[in-house]
C-alpha cells in the first residue's frame, strides 16, 4: 500500500494544451494495487493499448490541489511503456468537466 504525491495537470475542454495544477495526493491499497497488476499482466498477454481501472473513492482519500476538485469521476489508467505497467490517474473535475489527470508511476514500484 503507498501513499503518493504526484504532479497533476488540466486541459479544459478544447484547449490545446495541459496546465500544471500542482500536487494531487492519494492512497493505493491492496485491492486497488492487485486491480493494477491484472490490468498490466492482461495488457501483457492482449498487446491491448491501455486498461480502464474503476477506484473506490472511499478508501482513495484523493486530495486535489484547491480549485481542481471535487472530481465526478476517476480511474487509473493502465498501460505499458517498455513492458513494464505504469498507471496514472484520470477524472473530470465536477465544475466544468475538464480532464485532470497525474503523472504516471510505475506498478511495480508501489509498496507491497
Known amino acids: 500500500m503507498s501513499t503518493l ?3 497533476g495537470w ?3 475542454s ?3 494544451k495541459s496546465t ?7 492512497f493505493v491499497d491492496g485491492p486497488l494495487q492487485l486491480r493494477l497488476e491484472q490490468a498490466e499482466e492482461r ?8 486498461a480502464m481501472v474503476d477506484v473506490d473513492m472511499s478508501s482513495l482519500d484523493l486530495i486535489m490541489p484547491e480549485g481542481y476538485g471535487p472530481l ?11 513492458e513494464r505497467g505504469q498507471f496514472h490517474l484520470v477524472g473530470h473535475r ?8 497525474s503523472n504516471a508511476v510505475l506498478i511495480d514500484q508501489l509498496l507491497q
Open 94 to 101: 465536477a465544475s466544468d468537466g475538464s480532464l485532470i489527470y
Open 5 to 7: 504525491t504526484i504532479e
Open 43 to 50: 495488457l501483457q498477454k492482449t498487446h491491448e493499448r491501455e
Open 10 to 12: 488540466c486541459k479544459v
Open 14 to 16: 478544447g484547449a490545446q
Open 72 to 82: 465526478s469521476d476517476c480511474q487509473m489508467r493502465v498501460y505499458l511503456h517498455d
Open 20 to 26: 500544471p495544477v500542482g500536487e494531487i495526493h492519494f
